[in-house]
Structure formats: structure tokens, C-alpha cells
């Protein structure tokens, strides 16, 4: 059974951070790439980061460029987004995806709640 359990969502106020866990299992992790993406209502679910299956590229939407890192730990099944220098227009839904080009395969996570506010 197919599993991403993201966590680590809640209110911080402007300026501070923010780390999200995402917890796979159920398939072999280091076969698929890893993504985070935001969601606020009424909008389009979009990619705020990727890393590659190693961990050795990874890219951002403009919008958090500098201010938050993805990195994957392949040994415990895991991905991180840092987000430092919160603003709130950060606030949204984030989830975790996990996609793989060889299968086609994608799975998503349910997401977890950040709010940028003071």
C-alpha cells in the first residue's frame, strides 16, 4: 500500500520557518522523483520544488527560490522542504508527490496545512 504522509504544517508568523517531513513507503523510493507542491483555494495546484531520484538536482518556482530547500534522504524514505523567510502569501495547502518517467506512476500525499500570519 502506497503511502506519502506529509507533516510538520501549522500557523508561523511572517519571517519565520517552517520544516515539512514527508514519510513514504510502499514503493521503491530512490526510483521516483520527488516533488512539494502548494494549493490555496479556488487555484491550481502548483510545483513549489523537485529533487531528482539521487538527490543530486533539484529545482524551485521562482517564488521561493532562496528561501526554501528540498532534500531526500533515500536510506529513510523521507523528503524535507525547509522554508525560511515565510511570507503569506506562502500560506497554502502543501503537498508531497511522488512521480517515476520509467512507470508513469504518481502518487500524492494529503497534504498538510501552512499558515503565514501574525
Known amino acids: 500500500q502506497v503511502q506519502l504522509v506529509e507533516s510538520g504544517g501549522g500557523l508561523e508568523q511572517p519571517g519565520g520557518s517552517l520544516r515539512l517531513p514527508c514519510a513514504a513507503s510502499g514503493f521503491t523510493f530512490n526510483l521516483y522523483r520527488m516533488s512539494w507542491y502548494r494549493q490555496t483555494p479556488g487555484k491550481e495546484r502548483d510545483m513549489v520544488a523537485t529533487i531528482s531520484r539521487t538527490g543530486d538536482t533539484t529545482d524551485y518556482a521562482d517564488s521561493v527560490k532562496g528561501r526554501f530547500t528540498i532534500s531526500r534522504d533515500n536510506v529513510k524514505n523521507m523528503v524535507y522542504l525547509q522554508m525560511n523567510s515565510l511570507k503569506p502569501e506562502d500560506t497554502a495547502v502543501y503537498y508531497c508527490?511522488?512521480?517515476?518517467?520509467?512507470?508513469?506512476?504518481?502518487?500524492w500525499g494529503q497534504g498538510t496545512q501552512v499558515t503565514v500570519s501574525s
Open positions: 508527490k511522488a512521480a517515476s518517467t520509467a512507470t508513469r506512476r504518481y502518487y
